[in-house]
């Protein structure tokens, strides 16, 4: 099956509009620009190696070479730090935890969490992401549904089963509401962060954002102290409560167990959701390509649906969900502080400076790729052009890559095969997709689909 594409036209799929020159600063705290972090960027932005700002008094340098970037999350990644102003917003919700720490609380947390996400303990999960896939599809009927809330819904079911034994307090439709409010007010926190004042809600948003982050922290803490004082279950959350408690003192493992709870809860299902719902997206405009992936999830399904090897038989829809990534990567862009002087190549780079790498800029650089808005998963084909490893980082590069890029990969690949296989997936006329968000990148409004069962004539044994 690999390699094999049916030809089809070129589809270059929605993205913000873009002016010919730079956009003033300014203009990125008001209006769109201030909600949708790849709102307003100008053409040149996909054509220069390497652009300079001054927001604020902050000067940002966006390197948009891979060897530049390269450079910051490798080579020298240990001036670049996760930047105070990142620490500060996020601080209410994840604290201290792995993804907004730094030096050694930061090694000592990868190394407690690393195991889970080896790759035999993910691939063992392939039976608890197809569960979740097909429970959810069990309850759809033919005709239109927002695929946005199915995937949010299905990723957040897989979380709480992956990690924290099926708490249901995580999995209900008011965590739903409170993260999407909690990411909806990251916009405003943002600018007063940038401006140096006290982070507080100025608008209904805002508030909403406030409120959700305060159910979050609140749920997350209870889950963790009802499992106090030994950790409980031999789960993601046991573990790491038993292994924070070996390692520090009771209060600093308390709250960094809640901070890790509330990370991965957090990290681990809104980004994939995205990937899933611009996946279907694309695949929604893209029929023959859609009955082509389809076809491949049926067989990969018959000859084992729940077994480890499932994604392996799964390589068109793999090249699918790698190009959705290239298009509309969940984290659109991540942001470094210099802790030293340094140099990103003839640039000067000052201790304070932040250095802001943008996957969605890399991802469809026109130095970089043939075509670069274009919807094309062949070339993620084998005999493709000549990639540098540090053009395409969905999942991030170097020491702080990713921990849970496998385990992504692999629940979205399961969902997506076992989706495709029973439902076909179609526009609703009249409704326009645009990217929205300013943390992660999703369809503004949801995404309607219309789905059809694919009949009766798929049969699956049951293994
Ligand atoms: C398509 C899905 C996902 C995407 C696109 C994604 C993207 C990213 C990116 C770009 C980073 C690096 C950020 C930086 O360097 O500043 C990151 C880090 C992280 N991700 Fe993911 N992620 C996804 C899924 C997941 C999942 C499923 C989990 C957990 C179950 C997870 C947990 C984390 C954590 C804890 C970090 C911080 C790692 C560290 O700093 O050591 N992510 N993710």
Redesign the pocket.
């Known amino acids: 099956m690999d390699g094999v594409i049916a030809p089809r036209s070129r589809f270059v799929p929605p993205h913000p509009p873009r002016g010919p020159g730079p956009v003033p600063v300014w203009r990125g705290f008001f209006g769109e620009r201030a909600r949708t972090s790849v709102y307003g960027w100008s053409r040149q932005a996909f054509e220069l190696p390497y652009m300079r700002r001054n927001v604020l008094g902050f000067r940002v340098h966006i390197p948009l070479e891979p060897e530049l970037v390269q450079h910051v999350l490798l080579d020298n990644a240990a001036n670049y730090l996760k930047p105070d102003i990142v620490k500060k917003l996020l601080a209410p919700v994840i604290g201290r935890g792995?993804?907004s720490s730094d030096g050694q609380l930061?090694r000592d947390q990868?190394r407690i969490v690393a195991a889970n996400f080896a790759p035999a303990a993910v691939d063992a999960l392939v039976p608890v992401f197809a569960a979740a896939a097909r429970d959810a599809a069990a309850r759809w009927s033919a005709g239109t549904r927002d695929m946005a809330v199915a995937a949010t819904a299905t990723t957040m079911r897989i979380?709480a089963d992956a990690l924290f034994a099926g708490d249901r307090r995580l999995t209900d439709e008011a965590p739903m509401r409170h993260i999407a409010a909690a990411l909806e007010g990251f916009g405003e926190a943002r600018i007063q962060a940038m401006l140096g004042l006290k982070v507080m809600p100025w608008s209904p948003r805002g508030w909403r954002a406030r409120k959700g982050q305060i159910f979050l922290r609140e749920t997350l803490t209870q889950v963790v102290r009802e499992r106090l004082p030994d950790g409980g279950p031999d789960d993601f959350l046991g573990r790491l409560i038993r292994a924070l408690g070996d390692k520090f003192e009771d209060a600093d493992a308390l709250a960094l167990a809640v901070d890790n709870a509330a990370?991965?809860y957090l990290?681990?299902h809104e980004?994939?959701a995205n990937?899933l719902t611009w996946a279907l997206f694309l695949l929604s405009e893209q029929p023959a390509l859609q009955e082509e992936a389809a076809a491949e999830a049926r067989a990969a399904l018959a000859a084992g649906a729940d077994d480890a090897e499932l994604p392996d038989r799964l390589p068109l829809l793999r090249r699918i969900l790698e190009e959705t990534?290239r298009l509309y990567?969940?984290?659109p862009r991540?942001d470094r502080q210099a802790a030293a002087p340094d140099r990103l190549g003839e640039h000067e780079v000052q201790p304070g400076d932040i250095v802001s790498i943008w996957p969605w800029i890399l991802h469809r650089h026109r130095a970089l790729w043939d075509d670069p808005d274009a919807f094309d998963p062949g070339r993620f084909a084998e005999g493709g052009r000549e990639r540098h490893r540090f053009q395409y980082i969905?999942?991030?590069a170097g020491q702080?890559?990713?921990?849970?890029?496998r385990?992504?990969t692999i629940?979205?690949l399961t969902i997506l095969a076992e989706w495709l296989a029973g439902w076909s997936f179609a526009p609703v006329p009249g409704h326009e997709v645009r990217t929205h968000g300013m943390v992660t990148l999703r369809p503004a409004g949801g995404l309607p689909l219309r789905l059809e069962p694919r009949g009766s004539s798929f049969f699956r044994p049951i293994s």
């Open positions: 792995l993804l930061w990868r979380i990370t991965f990290a681990g980004t994939t990937a990534l990567p969940s984290a991540f969905p999942f991030g702080r890559t990713c921990v849970g890029a385990f992504a629940e979205a």
